[in-house]
């Protein structure tokens, strides 16, 4: 099951682990912050990271009960895209389906738009 706006959407798992880290913040964040930067040998990696201060203009996202901040350089990239917690013996952390995404790299690190 899944929660979605027309730009993002987030599985009941991710939406979950999100909030357990945001419980166990000490310093209470605002969300936060999906983002892309060039990184990995596809061009475009993901990223994740607590929001304290939102910039003035970034895209928030409120879905599934958690409330997400994407700059206007990422956007582009992460509109569309489904993000999804997995925890199985081999590998664990955020996954992303991205309809954006023209080929990605042989370990899934980074993609190519």
Request: hydrophobic share 40%.
């Amino acid at each position: 099951m899944t929660a979605q706006t027309a730009e993002f959407e987030i599985t009941e798992k991710a939406a979950a682990h999100v909030k357990a880290l945001m419980a166990r913040r000490e310093t209470p964040a605002a969300g936060i912050r999906l983002y892309t930067k060039a990184a990995g040998c596809s061009g475009l990696m993901y990223q994740v990271d607590y929001v304290d201060e939102p910039n003035a203009d970034d895209a928030v996202i409120d879905v599934a009960g958690v409330r997400l901040f994407i700059d206007q350089q990422s956007l582009p990239y992460l509109k569309g895209a489904r993000m999804d917690w997995k925890d199985d013996r081999f590998e664990t952390g955020f996954v992303f389906e991205n309809p954006n995404a023209k080929a990605m790299c042989g370990c899934g690190e980074s993609f190519m738009v």
